[in-house]
Structure formats: structure tokens, C-alpha cells
């Protein structure tokens, strides 16, 4: 299925469901304020026919043409003989009234009107459509203007309220994202919602069956190699008394091979004992402390002189002035150790291995160059696999692929 941000539909859902809420409710209010208008509207002409039944009797016709009427009204009152003893000026009026309200279209122009019969007179009160729709549509409008501006408001209330539930489980993403490959220690649960609550045990519960899993193949594997290093003792041991033992005093070339092989052997024992040791060591938990970068390289330098001598290789050391770095000071020698072990080891007779450390600001650059074929482009990601060893490992027997790992 595809992949979706629960965030952003429960925002989607959430906000569509405002939306239309409001519109429903601006709606509502619009129709329920037109009717209301309407009826307002009612009232007010009602008003205006009652009060001029109060109003002046009038014995003879007249017409009112100072333009003092309002405008959106047509004012007609006949006598008790039906003459017409008064009019209004503006346009053209209904001839006959209608008692109550009634509707009538006059020259294109619909009117709303209201009539009322004393004994003495007809009053007659028309009001121009057109203009009570306008002014009641204005009204409409006011009507819908506090769900305008509230549904924003709310959308924007909801969005925060939203966005501060989801932040447990967006925190608790940040976390595994952080995390090193091998740091599997529990994440915490507390303050995260119930619904989020048990999916964070359920990987607890894995990270602890793997933690289990990965303890105990280390733990296999630095066992083995502790109780391999007695008997690979005792036969380099055997393995040199019979060279010494050799006629003439020179071993044999399966005797040199199986003494080649024996070291190759412990070599690959003390490095296993490593690599367990060091993946065993908590993520984040090294013993970081001021290290003399430059004493470290030139203590490692020196312990490889004897490999380099034996192959004709010249070590060479720019190492100016004492570097300190904060770092783990055995990761560090192993890391050197190795590096330049496999710079002797490609290099050919007669090459050369420099060792070089340079700072620049805060940074500091450790470098450890040789002459050899160097790692093709493509078994760059996979030099640093354990046992892998590249097309030029034939180069040099005694390897086993653990140095770069």
C-alpha cells in the first residue's frame, strides 16, 4: 500500500470537516438572516401604514413632491369614497389596494406591499424589491462574518493542537534515526500516548532479543579466539623447534609455510579479540579523553619499522610538533596499527609509506599514504567488510581481512 503521513490526513480530515462545518453554518446564517430581514422588513412597513393612520385626514388630493418620502418607498391613501387624497411623487404606485401584505410588479420593478382600511381612509405602503433584497443580503453578509473569521482561527488552533500530540511520536523517530548501528538499548516510553505506547514496547522487545543475539555471538566469538590462543602457542612453539631442528639449519619450505600460517593464525586470534571487544563497548560509551595524536603515530611508526625494514620499505614521518585530539586512545592505536600494516603490506619492494599529521584551525589531518595499487573504485564499500579481501590480497598471504573492519 502506499505510504502516508498521518499528520498531514489527519490534518487534511480534520480541516475539510471545519470547512465545511463552516460552510454549512455560513450557509444557515445567511438563510436564517435573510428570513429574518425579510421579516423585519414586514414589520417595519406594517409600522410606517399604522402610523399614518394616526397621521393628518385629508379632504382633498395631494401629492407629496419635495422628495422628504424615502426612497424605497411608494406611500398611496385613498378617502372612505374612493378618491385618492394623497400619493407619493416617486414612479408609478399600484391603483387598488390589497388589505395585508401582497406582492405586486410594477413598470419591471417588484414591490413589496402593505395596506390597512380605517373608516375613514385606505393607507397603502409599497417598498421597491430590489432595494430590501440589497439591504438584506448586506445584513446576510454581517450575519456570516464571525464563522469567516472563527473557522481560521480554529484551523489554526486544531493544526497546533495536532501537531503537539503527534510530537511524542515524531521525537521517538529522531531518536532511532540517531542511533548508531549497534546501540540497541531500550527507548523510553514515558509521556507518549497510549496508542504509541505499545508499539514502543514491541521494539524494546526487539532491540532486546537482538542486543541478546549480538552479546552472545560476540561473546562466541572472543571465547573462541581466548581459547584458540593456547594451542596456536603451543604449535608456534613446535613450529619453531622444527625449523631449528631442520639438517643444516635450514627449514624447509613446508616448514616455512606452516609457521607462516601458524602466525597468520594468531594474527587473525588477536584480532577477533579486538573487534569483539571493541564492538562490545556501548554506542557513545568509548573512554574519550586528550590523546597525543603525534605520540600515538610515532609509537605505531616504530612498531612497523621492522615489518617495513624486512621489505625494503622506507617509513617516513612528518610529524612536526605534538597534536592532541580528543579521541579513544586504543581505538586510535588500533586504527594506526592497522592502517599502516596494510600500507606495508601493499606497498612494493622498495616503496615508500609516509605518515603524515597536519592541523588546520580546529581541524586535524591524519594521514597514512603508500605506494601501492591502492583500493579500486568499486571495492571501496566493501574493504571495510569483515574476512573481504580485495583482487590484490594475493599480494600479501598473511592477511585475513579484519584490519579495515
Do not use: C
Not at 266 to 295: D, F, K, T, W, Y
Not at 348 to 373: H, K, N
Not at 380 to 401: E, I, N, T
Request: charged content about 20%; proline content about 5%.
Amino acid at each position: 500500500m502506499p505510504t502516508h503521513s498521518l499528520r498531514r490526513r489527519l490534518l487534511g480530515s480534520v480541516m475539510v470537516v471545519i470547512l465545511l462545518a463552516a460552510l454549512f453554518q455560513a450557509y444557515s446564517a445567511y438563510r436564517g438572516a435573510l428570513q429574518q430581514a425579510d421579516e423585519m422588513f414586514d414589520y417595519h412597513l406594517q409600522q410606517m401604514a399604522y402610523s399614518l393612520k394616526a397621521g393628518p385626514s385629508w379632504t382633498a388630493p395631494q401629492w407629496q413632491a419635495d422628495g422628504t418620502e424615502e426612497a424605497d418607498y411608494l406611500i398611496q391613501i385613498w378617502g372612505a369614497n374612493g378618491v385618492q387624497l394623497f400619493q407619493s411623487a416617486r414612479g408609478v404606485a399600484p391603483p387598488r389596494a390589497v388589505l395585508g401584505f401582497s406582492d405586486a410588479t410594477l413598470s419591471g420593478s417588484r414591490y413589496r406591499i402593505y395596506s390597512l382600511q380605517t373608516p375613514f381612509q385606505t393607507i397603502q405602503v409599497a417598498q421597491d424589491m430590489t432595494a430590501r433584497e440589497t439591504r438584506a443580503r448586506a445584513l446576510a453578509v454581517r450575519a456570516m462574518l464571525p464563522m469567516a473569521l472563527v473557522a481560521p482561527l480554529l484551523m489554526l488552533t486544531l493544526w497546533w493542537v495536532i501537531r503537539r500530540s503527534l510530537a511524542p511520536v515524531e521525537r521517538i523517530r529522531q531518536q532511532v534515526a540517531r542511533r548508531e548501528l549497534d546501540d540497541l538499548s531500550l527507548l523510553p516510553d514515558d509521556g507518549l500516548p497510549a496508542e504509541v505506547q505499545p508499539l514502543v514496547r514491541e521494539l524494546n522487545l526487539l532491540f532486546d532479543r537482538l542486543k541478546t543475539s549480538a552479546d552472545a555471538q560476540r561473546s562466541f566469538v572472543a571465547n573462541a579466539a581466548h581459547e584458540l590462543r593456547s594451542p596456536l602457542t603451543a604449535l608456534k612453539v613446535q613450529g619453531q623447534a622444527l625449523a631449528r631442528a631442520a639438517p643444516g639449519g635450514e627449514p624447509s619450505h613446508e616448514v616455512v609455510r606452516l609457521n607462516l600460517g601458524i602466525d597468520r593464525a594468531i594474527r587473525m586470534m588477536n584480532q577477533l579479540l579486538v573487534l569483539a571487544r571493541h564492538e562490545g563497548a556501548p554506542a557513545g560509551q568509548q573512554a574519550m579523553a586528550s590523546v597525543n595524536l603525534s605520540a600515538l603515530a610515532t609509537m605505531a611508526a616504530s612498531d612497523a619499522s621492522q615489518q617495513a625494514l624486512q621489505r625494503s620499505i622506507e617509513l617516513v614521518q612528518h610529524i612536526d610538533q605534538p597534536v592532541w585530539v580528543e579521541g579513544d586512545e586504543d581505538a586510535l592505536q588500533i586504527l594506526l596499527r592497522n592502517l599502516l600494516d596494510n600500507a606495508v603490506k601493499y606497498s612494493p619492494r622498495g616503496g615508500t609509506v609516509r605518515v603524515s599529521i597536519e592541523q588546520d584551525g580546529r581541524r586535524t589531518l591524519l594521514a597514512v599514504e603508500d605506494s601501492g595499487p591502492g583500493i579500486p573504485a568499486e571495492d571501496h564499500g566493501k574493504v571495510v567488510a569483515r574476512f573481504y579481501r580485495g583482487a590484490d590480497a594475493s599480494v600479501s598471504a598473511d592477511g585475513s581481512g579484519l584490519g579495515l573492519a
